[in-house]
């Protein structure tokens, strides 16, 4: 069975700092991985995909993450916080072939961003 | 945005009585699932569905039942509720199996008193 793992239930920066939110996962097959962000009051919206393509990906509003396989690891960065990134960050993990199963999501990081 | 309504988007409840959830789907997506977020939990898989009247359990499905009669509608029934189902219900879709780039409806919060 897969599992997610998401260091730090809450995270604070200071706009224009690195953002830095790490994901660790555990499958015993091959993972596709998912960042989502979820606003206040609203559904989860996709930020990034990893499905063996490339294993840095690039996705919505300048974030991106790195595939590392060996660290078992897809952490989400951005180069430069924006008061509009605080929101609620969800990694999740689903496996290859997939068949009949859904996402296994982390508890959730909650960014915060300082003036 | 995917085309997926939640109905209702808030309830209150009594201790012991069903409550039935809808989602809806306009995009014709073959696997629908219902997650429930609780702080400190994430998302956690109640049901989910691979086809009309194809459902198989999730991770927390005590207490829940599920329906899929039409391609577009997916209903969540909780049988006797309980304040520990007090909780944030989410429905996704998707096209491919995996939950593979899931679409999320925005949420239907259920209070049990």
């Known amino acids: 069975a897969q599992s997610v793992t998401q260091l730090g239930s809450h995270v604070s920066v200071s706009e224009g700092a690195l953002v830095l939110l790490r994901c660790n996962y555990s499958?015993?097959?091959?993972?596709?991985l998912f960042w989502y962000v979820q606003y206040p009051n609203q559904g989860l919206q996709l930020l990034l995909k990893y499905t063996s393509a490339a294993t840095l990906v690039k996705g919505i509003n300048g974030f991106e993450a790195e595939f590392k396989k060996s660290e078992t690891s897809f952490h989400l960065t951005k180069p430069s916080a924006h008061m509009s990134d605080a929101a609620e960050y969800f990694c999740a993990v689903s496996v290859k072939p997939a068949g009949r199963r859904a996402l296994t999501f982390g508890s959730g990081t909650r960014l915060q961003v300082q003036p | 945005d995917a085309g997926i309504t939640q109905s209702p988007r808030h309830k209150v409840t009594e201790t012991g009585t069903p409550v039935t959830l809808r989602c809806h789907q306009t995009?014709?997506?073959?696997?629908m699932y219902w997650y429930r977020q609780d702080p400190g939990h994430g998302l956690r898989l109640i049901h989910y569905?691979?086809?009309?009247?194809?459902?198989d359990k999730g991770e927390v499905s005590d207490g829940y039942s599920v329906s899929r009669s039409k391609t577009e509608d997916f209903l969540l029934t909780l049988e006797s509720a309980t304040s520990s189902q007090t909780s944030v219900y989410f429905c996704a879709i998707s096209a491919l199996d995996g939950g593979t780039e899931a679409f999320f409806g925005q949420g239907t919060r259920l209070t049990v008193v």
């Open positions: 569905s691979y086809g009309v009247k194809d459902t």
């Open positions: 995009e014709n997506h073959r696997y």
């Open positions: 499958s015993s097959v091959p993972p596709y």
